[in-house]
């Protein structure tokens, strides 16, 4: 069964740094592309950001984190990081890794990240 661990949601101050952490088990961890989404109170859920499978070579970022947050990944941990920099207040949000195979998407539990002074 496919599923995901997630962990390093906390609080933090403006201007702070966060890493995030998505654990996967159940499935052929490298073929996948990963993301990373988060939903912000009353917002929609939104990608932050996309990381393509195997080596990782191709990433992709919302325009609101570019150059604050960096996506990677561990094939061999079977995990997938974001690191938050330069956090801002209007980071705060749960935070989700996802995936798809064969169609079908694949969430996180979430983990709360507040930026607050």
């Known amino acids: 069964q496919l599923q995901f661990v997630e962990s390093g949601g906390a609080l933090v101050q403006p201007g702070g740094s966060l890493r995030l952490s998505c654990t996967g088990s159940?499935?052929?961890?490298?073929?996948?592309?990963m993301s990373w989404y988060r939903q912000r109170p009353g917002k929609e859920r939104e990608r932050v950001a996309r990381?393509?499978?195997?080596?990782?070579?191709?990433?992709e970022y919302a325009d609101s984190v570019k150059g604050r947050f960096t996506i990677s990944r561990d094939n061999d941990k079977n995990t997938v990081y974001l690191q938050m920099d330069s956090v801002k207040p209007e980071d705060t949000a749960v935070y989700y890794c996802?995936?798809?195979?064969?169609?079908?998407?694949?969430w996180g539990q979430g983990t709360q990240v507040t930026v607050s002074s």
């Open positions: 996802h995936t798809t195979r064969s169609g079908v998407e694949y």
């Open positions: 159940g499935f052929p961890f490298f073929r996948n592309v």
């Open positions: 990381i393509t499978n195997a080596g990782g070579a191709y990433r």
